[in-house]
């Protein structure tokens, strides 16, 4: 049984900055399905192109792998010899619950679980990367570095899956999705206070980008094919190849 995420159900007096601490590790799945809408079609879409975009004796990167659901998936859907995924999060409460996870699953692709900040580690002969929902919480300032880091460490014909939150670039359709969303979390049984004191917590830690912005700024860096390949209302995924 998976634990249901009450985390922002009482009312909180010292709201502080949102953290994936214990508390969020132990009911991420719950959270995270009931949050993001798509979550669960962007993991088995990033299976389907970990099939494609795998290439023998190269790796494969889960950057920000939170529980290691990506990871599971590209190890499910991988079919080329030689490969390893390097799952990367700085979380250590995340790490140590993806660990065992993982662990539940037979599988013969080696996975190495790596507890760093992603603007340190080092991306070498990659031929899959993915970001789900992870650029969202890195600096703005550090974003570039970040992609232009991952840019160079992938192989010709490499691929790299970006997922995120966005803000729309007209403020009319903005509302109007961050409005769906709340419907959507509304739907999923969360209430009032459960949207509102989780979206002050992420006010300062969260900071989307247009997609307008991530298209211009993955061509900055090199990528030659970039585009949307799936939205829902304020999140969405992206896929760019080297
Ligand atoms: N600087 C950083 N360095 C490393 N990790 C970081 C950093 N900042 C945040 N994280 C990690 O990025 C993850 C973001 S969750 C990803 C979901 C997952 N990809 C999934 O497909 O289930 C998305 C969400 O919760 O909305 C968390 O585990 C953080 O600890
Ligand atoms: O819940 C939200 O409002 C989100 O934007 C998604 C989310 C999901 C899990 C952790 C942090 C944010």
Not at 86 to 109: C, G, P, T
Request: include cysteine; proline fraction near 4%.
């Amino acid at each position: 049984m998976q634990s249901k995420d009450h985390i922002f159900a009482t009312p909180i007096a010292q709201l502080g900055d949102f953290c994936f601490d214990q508390n969020v590790a132990e009911v991420f799945p719950d959270m995270i399905k009931r949050s993001v809408p798509g979550y669960s079609n962007i993991i088995s879409a990033i299976g389907m192109m970990t099939t494609r975009f795998a290439q023998p004796d190269s790796r494969l990167y889960d950057l920000g792998c939170s529980l290691g659901a990506a990871t599971q998936e590209m190890r499910r859907n991988l079919t080329q010899p030689g490969c390893r995924i390097i799952a990367v999060d700085n979380s250590a409460a995340m790490l140590e619950r993806a660990a065992s996870h993982l662990a539940a699953f037979k599988s013969e692709v080696p996975v190495t679980l790596t507890e760093a900040d992603l603007c340190d580690i080092e991306i070498d002969n990659a031929s899959v990367v993915v970001l789900n929902f992870t650029l969202q919480f890195i600096d703005p300032d550090k974003r570039e570095a970040l992609l232009n880091k991952i840019y160079r460490g992938l192989k010709p014909g490499g691929v790299l899956i970006l997922s995120e939150k966005f803000v729309s670039a007209d403020d009319t359709v903005n509302e109007l999705l961050i409005d769906l969303h709340h419907d959507f979390k509304r739907a999923n049984g969360y209430s009032e206070l459960e949207i509102s004191q989780k979206r002050t917590a992420l006010e300062n830690v969260m900071r989307p980008d247009t997609p307008e912005l991530h298209k211009t700024r993955l061509k900055r860096v090199g990528f030659q094919h970039v585009d949307l390949w799936f939205q829902c209302f304020n999140f969405g995924s992206m896929v760019a190849i080297k």
